[in-house]
């Protein structure tokens, strides 16, 4: 078999290490995320995930003792980064079942990270619009969180469908929040109706506390892009 045939059955595999800290703290953590060079959303962390990833490390003591679901995790680095703190009370990464690609490389990704599954985090198939049993399993949560989740407007309400579900399974007077990052595509895109339908409120979230003690610039974490961070909630 040649070299060139081999490296066509077996894609190339890259570490792409991230280091989160703050000027001034001691405390920091470094992620390895295995990215690997083929065609495909779920391989790569794209900017917005990046972008997450640092406002949850700034915001960290928000999350202590919450439960939080990840969804269309990806080589979800937010997620990994949550519960390499230790002090969430349980993440839950996910991806679609129908990806079953996808969902090994989740695997891989925990591995990278010392991460083992249904101890140190959860890893559940979990595909957009589709409530299967293992959605239902899910509740209570305290937060869900995404990156970069709104990128084709033919999946915006499989989505939005799934967070509404999630969203209603709050069990007391404290709402569930949906965080994302969103990266500008088009100006045409919208969810307003969506949200409407689905009984939903949508606030933009301000990335200042990034801006001031990220030690990197943020037009370099957004590579040049437009992305937002946008929390969800039921309306009453």
């Given at each position: 078999?040649?070299?060139?045939?081999?490296?066509?059955?077996?894609?190339?595999?890259?570490?792409?290490?991230?280091?989160?800290?703050?000027?001034?703290?001691?405390?920091?953590?470094?992620?390895?995320?295995?990215?690997?060079?083929?065609?495909?959303?779920?391989?790569?962390?794209?900017?917005?995930?990046?972008?997450?990833?640092?406002?949850?490390?700034?915001?960290?003591?928000?999350?202590?003792?919450?439960?939080?679901?990840?969804?269309?995790?990806?080589?979800?680095?937010?997620?990994?980064?949550?519960?390499?703190?230790?002090?969430?009370?349980?993440?839950?990464?996910?991806?679609?079942?129908?990806?079953?690609?996808?969902?090994?490389?989740?695997?891989?990704?925990?591995?990278?990270?010392?991460?083992?599954?249904?101890?140190?985090?959860?890893?559940?198939?979990?595909?957009?619009?589709?409530?299967?049993?293992?959605?239902?399993?899910i509740a209570p949560?305290?937060?869900?969180?995404?990156?970069?989740?709104?990128?084709?407007?033919?999946?915006?309400?499989?989505?939005?469908?799934?967070?509404?579900?999630?969203?209603?399974?709050?069990?007391?007077?404290?709402?569930?929040?949906?965080?994302?990052?969103?990266?500008?595509?088009?100006?045409?895109?919208?969810?307003?109706?969506?949200?409407?339908?689905?009984?939903?409120?949508?606030?933009?979230?301000?990335?200042?506390c990034v801006r001031?003690?990220?030690?990197?610039?943020?037009?370099?974490?957004?590579?040049?892009?437009?992305?937002?961070?946008?929390?969800?909630?039921?309306?009453?």
């Amino acid at each position: 078999m040649s070299s060139n045939a081999l490296t066509a059955e077996q894609p190339v595999e890259s570490i792409k290490k991230f280091k989160f800290y703050t000027k001034g703290d001691s405390e920091e953590i470094e992620i390895s995320i295995p990215e690997l060079l083929q065609p495909g959303y779920s391989f790569y962390s794209w900017p917005a995930s990046s972008v997450l990833a640092w406002f949850l490390w700034i915001q960290r003591d928000k999350f202590v003792g919450k439960r939080i679901l990840e969804i269309g995790c990806g080589t979800a680095l937010p997620g990994i980064l949550l519960a390499k703190l230790g002090n969430c009370a349980k993440v839950i990464i996910s991806d679609s079942c129908t990806l079953p690609n996808a969902l090994k490389h989740v695997h891989r990704c925990c591995a990278a990270n010392n991460l083992e599954p249904g101890k140190d985090i959860d890893v559940i198939g979990l595909t957009w619009g589709i409530l299967l049993k293992s959605v239902f399993d899910i509740a209570p949560l305290d937060y869900i969180i995404a990156s970069d989740c709104f990128y084709d407007p033919s999946v915006f309400e499989d989505i939005l469908v799934t967070v509404s579900f999630l969203l209603s399974t709050a069990t007391d007077t404290t709402p569930v929040k949906f965080l994302f990052t969103y990266q500008d595509r088009s100006s045409d895109w919208s969810i307003e109706h969506l949200l409407q339908k689905w009984d939903l409120k949508c606030s933009k979230v301000s990335l200042s506390c990034v801006r001031k003690y990220c030690p990197l610039e943020i037009d370099d974490l957004m590579c040049g892009h437009t992305i937002h961070l946008l929390e969800i909630t039921k309306l009453p």
